[in-house]
């Protein structure tokens, strides 16, 4: 549960997103929050406080002057033990609000009187020319510089039947960002380039070899380094996993194509972590066109050449970023561990307990330094992700 013990105050401003909101709620509350619901008299126009309240279990407030609230300060007692406040959907004139400092309803009253320790985080809902108003940009600017975090806006179908950006982050890509903000900025301005999942090596333009990676350890590592606060290149072979908010992918399907990708992007980069099974080899004689069976029972007489080892590579350029690899190993892996670690000439290796990891959520790891070796144990992917990331960004400072 990455938001347990948290109290988020959501705060709904006129717009149709509203519907997307009641999601987001449950979606809160199903990570562990509390959540303490605000809506202007516009939003009520969009979505019923009944519906909030319902979701929520919680008093929705609309009201300055409620008097529900003996002391009659709602605006201080919403967020004195909030852990943020967050606006969604947020609309033109909220934005505008904020970047201005008005006040004339509860829910600004109350962002203007937030304790400085409370994040707010406001995620634009508006029309596409709206949004590229000039007067727009200028308050977008002007929150960001306020220390306000904008949550989006996405580009694409908007519900007034216009294109462009605007659009509101989909509830599950808010849940990314608002339980990111939670994490400690540990790679805060770092450039991390990965790899992740299977490489698929073909035999004809229908068949091919592949292995059994999903993915996953890969996946959670670039949502965590993104939550870390840096900037995150994905290289993937063939997965159906949804690419994590913010990180920006790169499709490939073979070994060779994944190497490439990386030697396109790698300059520049602070890190690089090797998490993709690649295959070892590819088959050299593949043919152009699907095979035929033979009637006589013969079967294809496949030919293998090496695949680049992308690692090795990365890890003897000159201006190497700090790297980490990963092994997969069904025993001995102490042994192997630190022996691919010291071939491979990488600062970190980051052992499996065996190829049963493939495809499941959760997984243990080694980790393998010029130190020796300790173990992360047993948990869900993104956790150990997390503590990679922790384990990785100490080593870089050193
Ligand atoms: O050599 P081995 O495949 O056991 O090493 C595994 C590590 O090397 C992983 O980090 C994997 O992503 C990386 N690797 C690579 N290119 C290859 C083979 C492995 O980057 N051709």
Same mark, same amino acid.
């Given at each position: 549960?990455?938001?347990?013990?948290?109290?988020?105050?959501?705060?709904?401003?006129?717009?149709?997103?509203?519907?997307?909101?009641?999601?987001?709620? $449950?979606?809160?509350?199903?990570?562990?929050?509390?959540?303490?619901?605000?809506?202007?008299?516009?939003?009520?126009?969009?979505?019923?406080?009944?519906?909030?309240?319902?979701?929520?279990?919680?008093?929705?407030?609309?009201?300055?002057?409620?008097?529900?609230?003996?002391?009659?300060?709602?605006?201080?007692?919403?967020?004195?033990?909030?852990?943020?406040?967050?606006?969604?959907?947020?609309?033109?004139?909220?934005?505008?609000?904020?970047?201005?400092?008005?006040?004339?309803?509860?829910?600004?009253?109350?962002?203007?009187?937030?304790?400085?320790?409370?994040?707010?985080?406001?995620?634009?809902?508006?029309?596409?020319?709206?949004?590229?108003?000039?007067?727009?940009?200028?308050?977008?600017?002007?929150?960001?510089?306020?220390?306000?975090?904008?949550?989006?806006?996405?580009?694409? @179908?908007?519900?007034?039947?216009?294109?462009?950006?605007?659009?509101?982050?989909?509830?599950?890509?808010?849940?990314?960002?608002?339980?990111?903000?939670?994490?400690?900025?540990?790679?805060?301005?770092?450039?991390?380039?990965?790899?992740?999942?299977?490489?698929?090596?073909?035999?004809?333009?229908?068949?091919?070899?592949?292995?059994?990676?999903?993915?996953?350890?890969?996946?959670?590592?670039? $949502?965590?380094?993104?939550?870390?606060?840096?900037?995150?290149?994905?290289?993937?072979?063939?997965?159906?996993?949804?690419?994590?908010?913010?990180?920006?992918?790169?499709?490939?399907?073979?070994?060779?194509?994944?190497?490439?990708?990386?030697?396109?992007?790698? @300059?520049?980069?602070?890190?690089?972590?090797?998490?993709?099974?690649?295959?070892?080899?590819?088959?050299?004689?593949?043919?152009?066109?699907?095979?035929?069976?033979?009637?006589?029972?013969?079967?294809?007489?496949?030919?293998?050449?090496?695949?680049?080892?992308?690692?090795?590579?990365?890890?003897?350029?000159?201006?190497?970023?700090?790297?980490?690899?990963?092994?997969?190993?069904?025993?001995?892996?102490?042994?192997?561990?630190?022996?691919?670690?010291?071939?491979?000439?990488?600062?970190?290796?980051?052992?499996?307990?065996?190829?049963?990891?493939?495809?499941?959520?959760?997984?243990?790891?080694?980790?393998?330094?010029?130190?020796?070796?300790?173990?992360?144990?047993?948990?869900?992917?993104?956790?150990?992700?997390?503590?990679?990331? $922790?384990?990785?960004?100490?080593?870089?400072?050193?």
């Amino acid at each position: 549960m990455d938001l347990a013990g948290k109290k988020i105050v959501l705060g709904l401003t006129g717009g149709v997103a509203c519907y997307k909101a009641a999601m987001l709620a $449950r979606e809160l509350g199903r990570a562990g929050a509390t959540v303490q619901v605000v809506m202007t008299q516009a939003a009520t126009q969009f979505i019923t406080t009944v519906t909030m309240q319902a979701l929520t279990g919680n008093t929705v407030y609309t009201d300055q002057w409620d008097a529900r609230i003996a002391n009659n300060m709602p605006h201080i007692d919403l967020t004195r033990d909030a852990d943020a406040i967050v606006i969604v959907p947020c609309s033109t004139d909220f934005m505008s609000k904020l970047a201005h400092g008005a006040c004339d309803d509860l829910l600004s009253t109350l962002c203007i009187a937030r304790p400085a320790r409370v994040p707010l985080m406001v995620a634009p809902a508006m029309n596409v020319e709206m949004w590229q108003n000039p007067a727009t940009q200028r308050n977008a600017r002007q929150l960001r510089q306020d220390g306000i975090l904008l949550l989006g806006p996405d580009a694409g @179908a908007q519900a007034c039947g216009e294109m462009g950006e605007g659009r509101m982050l989909e509830p599950a890509q808010l849940m990314e960002d608002i339980i990111a903000a939670f994490q400690p900025k540990l790679l805060a301005g770092r450039r991390v380039l990965l790899t992740a999942g299977p490489t698929f090596e073909p035999i004809d333009p229908v068949r091919g070899i592949t292995n059994l990676s999903s993915g996953k350890m890969g996946y959670a590592l670039a $949502r965590a380094a993104r939550e870390a606060g840096a900037d995150v290149m994905l290289v993937s072979g063939p997965t159906a996993l949804e690419v994590p908010h913010g990180v920006q992918r790169i499709d490939v399907q073979t070994a060779q194509q994944m190497h490439d990708a990386v030697m396109a992007n790698v @300059a520049g980069q602070d890190l690089f972590v090797a998490v993709a099974a690649v295959a070892d080899w590819r088959v050299a004689n593949a043919s152009t066109q699907k095979l035929k069976k033979n009637a006589d029972g013969g079967a294809p007489q496949l030919q293998f050449t090496q695949n680049p080892d992308i690692l090795a590579e990365v890890a003897a350029l000159p201006r190497c970023p700090y790297c980490v690899g990963f092994a997969a190993e069904s025993e001995n892996l102490a042994q192997y561990g630190a022996a691919k670690r010291a071939k491979k000439n990488i600062p970190l290796l980051v052992g499996n307990l065996g190829p049963q990891t493939f495809g499941r959520d959760d997984n243990t790891l080694m980790l393998f330094d010029e130190q020796g070796h300790t173990s992360l144990p047993h948990a869900d992917k993104l956790t150990l992700a997390r503590q990679l990331v $922790r384990e990785i960004a100490r080593r870089m400072a050193a």
